[in-house]
């Protein structure tokens, strides 16, 4: 796909691309370490000392993770609206901390398209996943993942490996964080097979899949290895509705994303997801695979 850039959203706009060099696998081009997240971290570590709080006491009263609370501070992760709020009423900030995240920016590593999608993301009503080269980002375990970024080329460095993680990580919890959100996955089988990995990631890998398929808001397909018709054929695509009942859908491939808005491009996506859903097995059957693959690693 050629590098280029697009406008993306907006009622009656065209397709637009724009290109993403060195886009980490898996979901897109998450945040690694920008100079605005370490300064914004070093300001809220500066009231968190003020107040007198450790990481650990900050964590508690802010109602989030000690993992979390000492990344913001590093810079690695991006802080999500509520940190900002329930950080800035315990750290008596004033303001300053709401003022600054307005700032912030994900670069280097994040295109705009995947700004914009993972906004949209972060409040859709319901979000479509096909994938065919390997398992989507909100399903990874942190061991596939970094095996992922270790092989990625041009290599990546600890930090960077450090900070897409984190990232990630911060993406998954919609899955629990929002019940009321239906997430659909449709994984080819071969995903599993190839064992990336090893064997004993991908056993803890399916029981991953198996526990957060089991979630009400959560269904997950396998297309078998051996199937006729395949209405997917044309590559890996997610599709989302938002709550004003808008749909978009963006595909990725080897170094560019392409964020779609144009209504009649995402029909024909929606058209081809749902023949996909009736040509994969069904939940069941899918489950009771996957434990059959489990025990085969």
Known sequence: MADGAGVVGGAGMSTAATGLAGAPPGGGGEPE????????????????????????????????????????????????????????????????????????????????????????????????????????????????????????????????????????????????????????????????????????????????VLELARLRNVEVQVMPQVRENHAGLDGPMQLLETPETRWFAYNEGQRGGLFISDAKEVSVLQMRYARMRSQALTLEDSASLLQRMRGAQ
């Not at 508690?60 to 590093?74: D, H, K, N």
């Not at 041009?154 to 239906?182: C, F, H, K, S, Y």
Request: net charge neutral; hydrophobic share 40%.
């Open 33 to 208: 370490v920008s100079d605005s997240l370490k300064t914004f971290g070093a300001v809220v570590k500066g009231f968190r000392k003020r107040a007198g709080l450790t990481q650990e006491e900050l964590a508690e009263q802010v109602r989030y993770s000690v993992q979390t609370v000492a990344s913001v501070e590093q810079g690695r992760r991006f802080p999500t609206l509520e940190y900002v709020r329930r950080a800035e009423d315990v750290l008596d900030a004033a303001g300053i901390l709401s003022g600054a995240v307005q700032h912030l920016s994900r670069q280097p590593g994040l295109a705009s398209w995947f700004r914009q999608w993972a906004k949209l993301e972060a409040t859709a009503i319901s979000l479509s996943t096909y994938e065919c080269r390997l398992i989507p980002g909100l399903l990874q375990t942190e061991a596939y993942a970094r095996t992922l970024f270790v092989n990625q080329l041009p290599p990546l460095g600890d930090e960077q490996i450090e900070a897409q993680w984190v990232a990630r990580e911060e993406r998954q919890r919609l899955l629990r964080e929002r019940p009321n959100t239906a997430f659909s996955f449709i994984l080819e089988e071969h995903l599993f097979l190839r064992r990336t990995g090893g064997a004993e990631v991908t056993r803890e890998l399916i029981d991953h």
